[in-house]
């Protein structure tokens, strides 16, 4: 009887034992099967301007696909792309966002490759950029030839592709966020980053931004930042600049103020002047300069008053952003009367 229930209890716990085990494995196996398979990379618009010769366009597409190969990225078949550029001519050379998502969904791709190349004279500029499938540019090299041959435009090409595969993290920008009002609070990605308009630096890619004015009205949406120079974004907070704190009293507190001035200038005219009959007799004479000055005080003040109600109701439209350049910084003012 005891050996039975023994045997039994053996039996019991070696099945629960593998039971738990298969049940233990199981789950590894679904993580595995739920990795996102890798971007699937195609060659997008090539793009040649300048003195460049048209035909350079055939050479830098195979350049780039073998920067691709050498990167280990993931291809759409070359074929594939050859048939859907030889049925849409122009989504070989059209450098648009639209264009790239045409071609993209077309040929199946996530991520495809630009190439803009300018020749001025002997000095060739190239520029490579890896867009996502709306055709926003995540990550963007830049390079200069001067007196290049064909086949090393296809070697830097190639250089070029095969580092911006390779990138573990897409390219870090230089950004300026704006508001409408411009003193608004900004918070990026959870971060405050303080007053706009904010010069800094984002990651290509999508981000969640809020805007928050001095009244407390707000905006939150994702903003996309692109890998190309001189990005700047502007939040639009609705409604805040429609309200006013001070309102039509400005305006009273300036008319007030013109009237008084005016009023004072006229008392300070009449200071000295007598009061003659039809004889010629003036008895007296008027005394206004004390008058006069303490009404062109008030309206002075009125008139200050007024200019700071203003000033206070519009700051926020008032806004000064500095932005680096190639060549330093350049600064621009904008403002709204």
Same mark, same amino acid.
């Given at each position: 009887?005891?050996?039975?229930?023994?045997?039994?209890?053996?039996?019991?716990?070696?099945?629960?034992?593998?039971?738990?085990?298969?049940?233990?494995?199981?789950?590894?196996?679904?993580?595995?099967?739920?990795?996102?398979?890798?971007?699937?990379?195609?060659?997008?618009?090539?793009?040649?301007?300048?003195?460049?010769?048209?035909?350079?366009?055939?050479?830098?597409?195979?350049?780039?696909?073998?920067?691709?190969?050498?990167?280990?990225?993931?291809?759409?078949?070359?074929?594939?792309?050859?048939?859907?550029?030889?049925?849409?001519?122009?989504?070989?050379?059209?450098?648009?966002?639209?264009? %790239?998502?045409?071609?993209?969904?077309?040929?199946?791709?996530?991520?495809?490759?630009?190439?803009?190349?300018?020749?001025?004279?002997?000095?060739?500029?190239?520029?490579?950029?890896?867009?996502?499938?709306?055709?926003?540019?995540?990550?963007?090299?830049?390079?200069?030839?001067?007196?290049?041959?064909?086949?090393?435009?296809?070697?830097?090409?190639?250089?070029?592709?095969?580092?911006?595969?390779?990138?573990?993290?897409?390219?870090?920008?230089? #950004?300026?966020?704006?508001?409408?009002?411009?003193?608004?609070?900004?918070?990026?990605?959870?971060?405050?980053?303080?007053?706009?308009?904010?010069?800094?630096?984002?990651?290509?890619?999508? %981000?969640?931004?809020?805007?928050?004015?001095?009244?407390?009205?707000?905006?939150?949406?994702?903003?996309?930042?692109?890998?190309?120079?001189?990005? %700047?974004?502007?939040?639009? #907070?609705?409604?805040?600049?429609?309200?006013?704190?001070?309102?039509?009293?400005?305006?009273?507190?300036?008319?007030?103020?013109?009237?008084?001035?005016?009023?004072?200038?006229?008392?300070?005219?009449?200071?000295?002047?007598?009061?003659?009959?039809?004889?010629?007799?003036?008895?007296?004479?008027?005394?206004?300069?004390?008058?006069?000055?303490?009404? #062109?005080?008030?309206?002075?003040?009125?008139?200050?008053?007024?200019?700071?109600?203003?000033?206070?109701?519009?700051?926020?439209?008032?806004?000064?952003?500095?932005?680096?350049?190639?060549?330093?910084?350049?600064?621009?003012?904008?403002?709204?009367?």
């Amino acid at each position: 009887m005891n050996r039975a229930w023994l045997v039994g209890a053996t039996i019991v716990a070696s099945t629960g034992f593998l039971v738990s085990g298969a049940s233990f494995a199981v789950p590894g196996a679904a993580s595995a099967d739920s990795q996102p398979a890798p971007p699937l990379h195609a060659i997008g618009a090539i793009t040649v301007g300048g003195s460049a010769p048209a035909p350079l366009g055939a050479a830098l597409r195979s350049a780039a696909t073998d920067g691709l190969t050498a990167g280990g990225a993931a291809l759409v078949p070359p074929d594939t792309v050859a048939r859907l550029l030889a049925a849409v001519p122009e989504l070989a050379s059209c450098d648009t966002a639209d264009c %790239h998502k045409r071609l993209a969904n077309s040929v199946g791709a996530t991520r495809l490759v630009t190439i803009a190349v300018d020749a001025k004279g002997e000095l060739y500029t190239l520029a490579i950029s890896l867009v996502d499938v709306q055709g926003r540019a995540l990550r963007r090299r830049t390079d200069e030839c001067i007196a290049c041959a064909v086949p090393e435009l296809q070697e830097r090409v190639t250089t070029a592709v095969r580092d911006a595969v390779t990138a573990t993290v897409d390219d870090t920008v230089a #950004i300026v966020v704006d508001a409408k009002p411009a003193a608004a609070s900004l918070v990026i990605d959870g971060s405050d980053r303080g007053a706009t308009p904010w010069n800094g630096e984002l990651v290509a890619g999508p %981000h969640d931004a809020t805007a928050t004015d001095a009244g407390g009205a707000s905006i939150r949406q994702q903003i996309f930042v692109e890998a190309r120079p001189d990005q %700047h974004i502007t939040l639009e #907070i609705p409604g805040a600049s429609d309200r006013r704190r001070w309102g039509n009293l400005t305006y009273a507190a300036g008319g007030a103020g013109a009237v008084a001035l005016l009023g004072g200038v006229f008392l300070l005219s009449m200071d000295g002047d007598g009061t003659c009959d039809v004889a010629g007799t003036c008895p007296r004479q008027y005394e206004t300069t004390a008058g006069g000055l303490m009404s #062109i005080t008030v309206g002075l003040a009125a008139l200050g008053t007024a200019g700071w109600m203003y000033w206070s109701d519009h700051r926020q439209e008032r806004s000064l952003t500095v932005a680096a350049t190639p060549g330093g910084a350049a600064a621009t003012f904008r403002a709204t009367f």
